[in-house]
């Protein structure tokens, strides 16, 4: 389990996590950054940036539904993501103009995350989180 503080340079104040995202294939290739958490993204989407200096492999397109309602097609790229200390993926995800990355329900309905507003502290863990009010 671990604790993370809401970050104040999103306004307002938003959960993220660090994370690291590789090549499947190659894990000493990797990139670690903040990671905002999306309830409302059925997949993670990170930056086409990263996608280039990681050197991923286009798997196919798909149309995704953005905020608002407009279908666009993206490209979708397998990767690593590790979250230190909760959990390591191997997932698809969509590559985008996302400044950051966003993990969303594909990688979110794995975990138990506790959301404190009021406290702006995030808790992610694999096990269940005792939450007392």
């Not at 104040?8 to 905002?36: D, F, M």
């Not at 798997?59 to 279908?71: D, E, I, M, Y």
């Not at 993926?89 to 594909?106: K, N």
């Amino acid at each position: 389990m671990i604790q993370i503080p809401y970050s104040p340079v999103l306004q307002p104040e938003a959960p993220v996590v660090n994370i690291s995202v590789g090549h499947p294939n190659r894990p000493p290739q990797a990139i670690t950054s903040e990671a905002q958490l999306d309830t409302g993204a059925d997949r993670s989407v990170i930056p086409l940036a990263a996608v280039n200096r990681l050197r991923l492999r286009r798997l196919r397109t798909s149309q995704a539904v953005v905020a608002g309602g407009g279908v666009i097609v993206l490209a979708i790229y397998e990767v690593a993501i590790s979250i230190p200390g909760v959990m390591d993926f191997v997932l698809e995800v969509y590559a985008g103009d996302e400044p950051h990355i966003l993990l969303g329900r594909d990688v979110l309905n794995a975990l138990h995350a506790h959301l404190d507003g009021p406290g702006r502290m995030l808790t992610l863990s694999v096990q269940p989180i005792a939450v007392t009010t």
